[in-house]
């Protein structure tokens, strides 16, 4: 598959070769799309092999806890992990050791052998494991294709992982109806398994340090690099906001608000039109370069507003589904907008922690927005947070235009060592 170029200073067009044609993107694509596959079946695999097991769901909220404390509080040594080491070299220690740990779960499971204290302590060190993964996988790309390739190249990541996120919960699901929750796990850590051994063909150059530092150190320059560009601050900060919101209203308010004025079966084909728009703008970002600045993605994530107020005012399932697929065709496209920004403008050897940083910054707040919705909907009223909510979210996700380092980043970043080609 080639798409169409330009040659700088020439202006004929000629044949540059899609992501796909690089060896090295097709090895690291397939062991991606499989470990999203395994952590998009985990939830629903967990959840119903540990109530099968022990019918209690105090049982399964220490479980879950367990797993998703260690991914925020290693996140940060994940991200110094990352840049310090060969990437290839911590994407197969943390697929294998993810296999490792979900395959005790599932051998424990299988042989009818649950013990509470023995799978939360098993699924803290699979989170653990998890939070090195993140940030070396958002650190891979540029030294796998050229800088006029990353955006086709995200876009493919992104359709496959948001494909796999609507594929990977029924496959567990049937797999759970079928064979029972253990063996979905099971599943799980072979996914793993196969992501380690596609990540193995890699061949990235090691990191190469002029002088030995301290992890504190590296800890301290991904603060600083991350400190340093104004325009990722910015956008980091009101994505905090935005995911406050969103998960607080939308995810945790939404489905009480929904089961009385939709009904379940309208409420779950809002959530899948919403699904089908991301998807959409992840693989139609293959094409439409003209969208890649950082303002129209800003914009166009600002339409995630509009479901929550179409949803406070009590909008028909008619109108609320067509609003959902424009937000997620705007979440699409900022998402993709979003990485190819940071590939382009952040030193490769830096990349992996300020992603680190963009993940705890945007994440830490979404507890305060599932915890603090229901209070604010007590003494308010539904409806006035729903709304309110909506529009804070609006206008939170355009501000960043305002700032002049969001409109104009700065130079690109350095081309970093590109991986060797090797079929």
């Known amino acids: 598959m080639k798409v169409r170029a330009l040659i700088s200073g020439k202006g004929q067009p000629t044949e540059a070769p899609a992501p796909l044609s690089e060896p090295g993107f097709r090895w690291f694509f397939a062991g991606r799309s499989i470990s999203l596959l395994g952590s998009s079946m985990a939830p629903v695999a967990l959840a119903f092999a540990v109530l099968g097991s022990s019918h209690s769901a105090g049982d399964l909220g220490i479980i879950l806890a367990a797993r998703s404390i260690p991914m925020i509080v290693f996140l940060l040594v994940g991200g110094v992990v990352a840049d310090r080491f060969s990437r290839r070299t911590v994407l197969m220690a943390s697929n294998l050791g993810a296999a490792l740990t979900q395959g005790a779960v599932a051998c424990l499971l299988i042989s009818g052998s649950f013990h509470l204290a023995t799978i939360a302590a098993l699924e803290l060190l699979n989170g653990a494991i998890t939070a090195f993964t993140s940030p070396a996988l958002r650190g891979i790309v540029p030294q796998l294709v050229g800088s006029d390739q990353r955006q086709r190249a995200n876009s493919l990541l992104g359709s496959s992982k948001n494909a796999i996120s609507i594929l990977g919960p029924s496959l567990a699901g049937g797999i759970v109806m079928s064979l029972g929750g253990g063996w979905a796990i099971a599943m799980d850590a072979a996914t793993y398994l196969a992501a380690a051994f596609f990540m193995a063909r890699l061949t990235l150059p090691d990191r190469v340090k002029s002088s030995p530092t301290s992890f504190l150190s590296e800890l301290r320059e991904g603060w600083t690099g991350f400190r340093s560009l104004t325009w990722v601050c910015v956008i980091v900060g009101a994505f905090a906001v935005t995911n406050c919101i969103y998960v607080g209203v939308w995810n945790v308010l939404g489905p009480a608000f929904a089961n009385v004025s939709l009904g379940a079966a309208a409420w779950g084909a809002v959530l899948s039109a919403r699904a089908i728009g991301v998807l959409v703008a992840s693989a139609a970002m293959y094409r439409l370069t003209a969208l890649r600045s950082l303002t129209t993605g800003l914009v166009l994530f600002a339409l995630g507003a509009f479901p929550m107020i179409v949803l406070g005012l009590n909008g028909s399932v008619y109108l609320l589904a067509p609003v959902a697929f424009a937000a997620g065709l705007g979440q699409g496209v900022m998402g993709i907008t979003w990485e190819t920004s940071l590939q382009d403008h952040v030193p490769n050897t830096l990349l992996s922690r300020v992603a680190a940083y963009d993940d705890l910054v945007s994440y830490i707040a979404v507890p305060v927005g599932q915890i603090s919705v229901a209070p604010l909907a007590s003494a308010f009223g ?42």
């Not at 002049?404 to 060797?420: D, I, L, N, Q």
């Open 382 to 423: 539904d409806t006035q947070v729903m709304v309110i909510g909506g529009i804070l979210f609006g206008l939170v996700s355009v501000a960043p235009v305002l700032s002049r380092s969001v409109r104009r980043p700065g130079p690109p970043a350095p081309e970093p060592a590109r991986a060797a080609a090797s079929s």
